[in-house]
């Protein structure tokens, strides 16, 4: 089955990323019919790619059915029509190209034009990348966007890993409907889109809640001591991306977080999230401070159109 193919993708170097595509003929083999830079329209040659690569902000160079883009400092992104392609070779493809994060827009048109009674705007990275659609893909130091790699096993999505260190994750079935696939895929979505269940750590991170914790030098550790109070998910969130942004500086480094709960039920409410979120779960019992995470392993629950090997 053919599908419009809309991928976002970004890396250290996005020079790097366009020329790996170019050379291997995407979007498309030859010249364009039109090339863009910096919003000024260009004769079309056999040098545009290098041409392009000179944009000061942004160039975009169009086929009839396709077109690649850059922003400079954010993004590259490519659009073709009638592709055959499936999770796993887009796997194999994304394990050639010198990429960390990969998003890829809706395949589903009914999605956004309101045909299905609403109009769906889904999550995503940010920072231009495409809002999700059936799937998105991390690489090496992309999946330290990520509250923690446990994140990836737990989501309501099918996850598919590769060589070169490369996780895929599918949030629908490829045919399924446009309505059967907004519902397979929009609890994935908000998991791992900007939101306030998600997993994902956007850069620049809008910090809200001030996190003010004990830090312990000696364990290289921000604590937070909880008494009676819910621990939302936007929190834990934040708490990861204090881990990963190291908002104390250099002369406080943070190599873990640890929520600390006064009321041992309490701790046992939040273990699950916590423990997804790469955060230590600590519970006084019996005068004594005791670790509860260490020692939790729940089997995921994958949604039932992964359970049943869809694709």
């Given at each position: 089955m053919k599908y419009r193919l809309e991928l976002g993708l970004a890396g250290p170097d996005l020079t790097a990323i366009l020329e790996a595509l170019v050379t291997q003929g995407l979007p498309r083999k030859g010249e364009p019919i039109r090339l863009t830079v910096d919003a000024s329209p260009k004769k079309p040659a056999a040098d545009?790619?290098?041409?392009?690569?000179?944009?000061?902000?942004?160039?975009?160079?169009?086929?009839?059915?396709?077109?690649i883009s850059m922003d400079r400092d954010r993004v590259v992104k490519i659009s073709m029509d009638d592709c055959e392609f499936d999770p796993a070779a887009l796997l194999k493809m994304i394990e050639t190209l010198p990429v960390t994060l990969v998003s890829a827009g809706s395949i589903h048109d009914e999605w956004e034009?309101?045909?299905?009674?609403?109009?769906?705007?889904?999550?995503?990275?940010?920072?231009?990348?495409?809002?999700?659609?059936?799937f998105c893909a991390f690489k090496e130091a992309g999946h330290?966007?990520?509250?923690?790699?446990?994140?990836?096993?737990y989501g309501p999505w099918k996850l598919l890993r590769g060589n070169a260190d490369v996780s895929v994750v599918q949030f629908h079935e490829l045919g399924a409907d446009a309505k059967t696939a907004l519902q397979q895929a929009r609890p994935g979505h908000e998991r791992m889109g900007i939101s306030p269940a998600g997993g994902f750590i956007q850069q620049p991170f809008p910090y809200r809640y001030g996190l003010k914790g004990r830090y312990l030098p000696a364990l290289r550790k921000l604590d937070f001591v909880v008494n009676g109070r819910p621990v939302p998910e936007l929190e834990m969130l934040e708490a990861a991306a204090s881990r990963h942004d190291?908002?104390?500086?250099?002369?406080?480094?943070?190599?873990?977080?640890?929520?600390?709960?006064?009321?041992?039920?309490?701790?046992?409410?939040?273990?699950?999230?916590?423990?997804?979120?790469?955060?230590?779960?600590?519970?006084?019992?019996?005068?004594k401070e005791a670790r509860l995470d260490e020692d939790y392993h729940p089997d995921a629950s994958p949604p039932g159109w992964v359970k049943q090997g869809a694709f």
């Amino acid at each position: 089955m053919k599908y419009r193919l809309e991928l976002g993708l970004a890396g250290p170097d996005l020079t790097a990323i366009l020329e790996a595509l170019v050379t291997q003929g995407l979007p498309r083999k030859g010249e364009p019919i039109r090339l863009t830079v910096d919003a000024s329209p260009k004769k079309p040659a056999a040098d545009w790619l290098a041409r392009g690569l000179k944009c000061k902000v942004e160039f975009m160079a169009r086929w009839d059915d396709a077109w690649i883009s850059m922003d400079r400092d954010r993004v590259v992104k490519i659009s073709m029509d009638d592709c055959e392609f499936d999770p796993a070779a887009l796997l194999k493809m994304i394990e050639t190209l010198p990429v960390t994060l990969v998003s890829a827009g809706s395949i589903h048109d009914e999605w956004e034009d309101g045909s299905l009674g609403e109009k769906y705007l889904a999550p995503g990275f940010g920072d231009l990348h495409w809002s999700h659609g059936p799937f998105c893909a991390f690489k090496e130091a992309g999946h330290e966007r990520l509250v923690s790699r446990r994140w990836l096993e737990y989501g309501p999505w099918k996850l598919l890993r590769g060589n070169a260190d490369v996780s895929v994750v599918q949030f629908h079935e490829l045919g399924a409907d446009a309505k059967t696939a907004l519902q397979q895929a929009r609890p994935g979505h908000e998991r791992m889109g900007i939101s306030p269940a998600g997993g994902f750590i956007q850069q620049p991170f809008p910090y809200r809640y001030g996190l003010k914790g004990r830090y312990l030098p000696a364990l290289r550790k921000l604590d937070f001591v909880v008494n009676g109070r819910p621990v939302p998910e936007l929190e834990m969130l934040e708490a990861a991306a204090s881990r990963h942004d190291q908002i104390l500086g250099a002369q406080k480094p943070i190599e873990s977080v640890a929520y600390t709960f006064v009321v041992e039920e309490e701790a046992r409410d939040h273990l699950h999230e916590l423990w997804l979120h790469g955060l230590e779960c600590w519970a006084i019992i019996e005068g004594k401070e005791a670790r509860l995470d260490e020692d939790y392993h729940p089997d995921a629950s994958p949604p039932g159109w992964v359970k049943q090997g869809a694709f």
